[in-house]
């Protein structure tokens, strides 16, 4: 357990590779956990692959043990103004200011830069931007300052904690832009809809994964049904990739016909999973030689509604039409 430290995450993967004489790495959720395990696996030659990590500087440190399975935030944060412009010249939103809030770990650090430089591109202002402590106990200055800017559209990137109490605290001081438009994580795990109930109703999220999904996307139904069986609960975003992370290494291993680090890594060089063969719903899985970056995954949109995440874009798998705009508080 990296307990969320990237030195933790750092001593641990050394542990692991030297005491335990493992073959190859998984992790560590957090981006600023994974770099520095990715760091452990590189300079001990040791395939890391990376499941639901999605800073872009991941991939651009020219590691050739490095592998990550799902989308990065560069094309995530482009997938969220590609959405907010379909909602804008399709569905007729008036949508024309952004305000960003976000932890201040390597995840929603470089969250928050992805979305600042691709709002411009599609016609949006970015009014406000702030960032604000991990596991802060209290956000009323954040969300009193970001209420004074009166955006359109409010796009927070959080951890668990972090988003149930952002979600109380805008209901608690009446904050009520249009759309709410998360960077996934906290506001996509179970426990935000759980926790709060119909005041999670309306937020929308970039995701990877999402059940609804399985009329258009056949393994994704059948790996639920098992995971369900198996844990009583669905896989949401993170969990899905994680899976899908542990798939693509035991698929390199029996490819490889060895445990040898080195021939795993060229193994999994060499993957070609098209998308009939994985349970998420990208083009498939395959790594850019230089980089180690999936280069077939994409990103979609889900939407609290009725206490249920819907896919709600692109319009190809969408299962439901997006909700807007947000009602204010005192009218749901």
Known sequence: DTKGAPDRAMSEAERLITDQDVVALMGGIFSSCSATVTEAGERYEIPTVVGCSTSPTLHTRGFKWFFRVGPHDGLLGENQMQFLAYLRDEMGADIKTLALAHEDTLFGTQS????????????????????????????SSEILKIKSANPDVFMPTSYAADAILMQRTMKELDFNPTIILAQNSGHTIPQFTETLGPDADYTTSRETYNPDLGG??????KVNELFNEYAGKNLYGDSA????????????????????????????????????????????????????????ARGIMVQAQNGQYVTVWPPDVATSDPWFPMPAWNER
């Open 216 to 221: 258009t996307v056949p393994l994704l139904e």
């Open 112 to 139: 928050a830069d992805m979305q600042e430089q691709f709002a411009p591109q599609y016609g949006f202002e970015v009014v406000e931007r702030i960032q604000y402590p991990r596991e802060s106990p209290d956000m």
């Open 241 to 296: 990739r994680e899976f899908m992370a542990m798939i693509v290494l035991a698929d390199a291993i029996n490819r490889a016909g060895s445990t040898d680090p080195e021939a795993i890594r060229q193994a999994l060089m060499e993957t070609d999973l098209t998308a009939e063969r994985i349970m998420l719903p990208w083009e498939g899985i395959a790594f850019d030689p230089e980089t180690g970056q999936n280069t077939r």
